[in-house]
């Protein structure tokens, strides 16, 4: 089940910079999108989200972009911190009632100070 | 901040056991889900719940998983007679409503099937 991926398996960001996570997804019945952060040993948490109406989401550090006709998002972090250091997941929905999720296979940040 | 939570969080069980794994979604939720990750692999999506039924579920949801919602704050997965392959991280999540509500997710039960 390729529906959603990200290609960059790990990403590494110095402290202060830009980070910038990329996804893509092929089901264009997707219209809710969102990314999780994951801690080792814990559950993943719940970040940012954006829906198909929109093409940019901001909250604090982080903005989600969404670009419908490339079928892509990303996620940006300014300024990136050490804390940020997780792996990020995002996952998308086709919005009706329950919320479906299907995730990618995640991406590692690593910020270095 | 309000979270869910999960119960136990490792489960060591034999194959052919029934487990029943638990959790307890952010009280005002509506929509409650039981996703999984096994080792190595993407977390995905199992079943889940609204108005005490079930509202959607996939594949892997066989005759041998079932829901629970047995009072008004515990969500219960139950697999009948576990097998190697259940093996997996378990998450609990809920969310408020349905559509346009992100899902809150708990830390995980992990499951070993010796």
């Known amino acids: 089940d390729q529906q959603v991926k990200q290609n960059s398996p790990s990403l590494s960001v110095q402290e202060g910079r830009i980070s910038i996570l990329n996804c893509d997804y092929t089901?264009?019945?997707?219209?809710?999108f969102l990314w999780y952060k994951k801690y080792p040993a814990e559950g993943p948490t719940f970040l940012i989200s954006?829906?198909?109406?929109?093409d940019k989401n901001e909250d604090g550090r982080f903005t989600v972009f969404l670009n419908k006709s490339a079928k892509h998002l990303s996620l940006h972090i300014v300024p990136s911190q050490p804390g940020d250091s997780a792996v990020y997941f995002c996952?998308?929905?086709?919005?009706?009632?329950?919320?479906?999720?299907?995730f990618g296979q995640g991406t590692r940040l690593t910020i270095n100070p | 901040e309000p979270e869910v939570t999960q119960t136990p969080s490792h489960q060591v069980t034999q194959m052919g056991q029934e487990v029943i794994l638990r959790c307890v979604p952010i009280?005002?939720?509506?929509?409650f889900y039981w996703y999984r990750q096994i080792l190595g692999q993407k977390v995905e999506f199992l079943v889940s719940?609204?108005?005490?039924?079930?509202?959607?579920k996939s594949e892997i949801f066989d005759d041998q998983f079932s829901v629970e919602r047995p009072d008004g704050s515990n969500f219960t997965l139950k697999i009948r007679s576990t097998k190697l392959e259940d093996s997996a991280m378990y998450f609990c999540?809920?969310?408020?409503?349905?559509?346009?509500?992100?899902?809150?997710f708990g830390n995980g039960t992990r499951l070993t099937v010796t």
């Open positions: 999540a809920s969310s408020l409503t349905g559509a346009n509500s992100p899902l809150h």
């Open positions: 089901n264009s019945m997707f219209d809710y």
């Open positions: 954006i829906s198909s109406i929109k």
């Open positions: 996952a998308a929905s086709a919005n009706q009632g329950a919320q479906k999720l299907v």
């Open positions: 009280s005002n939720h509506l929509y």
């Open positions: 719940f609204y108005n005490n039924e079930i509202s959607e």
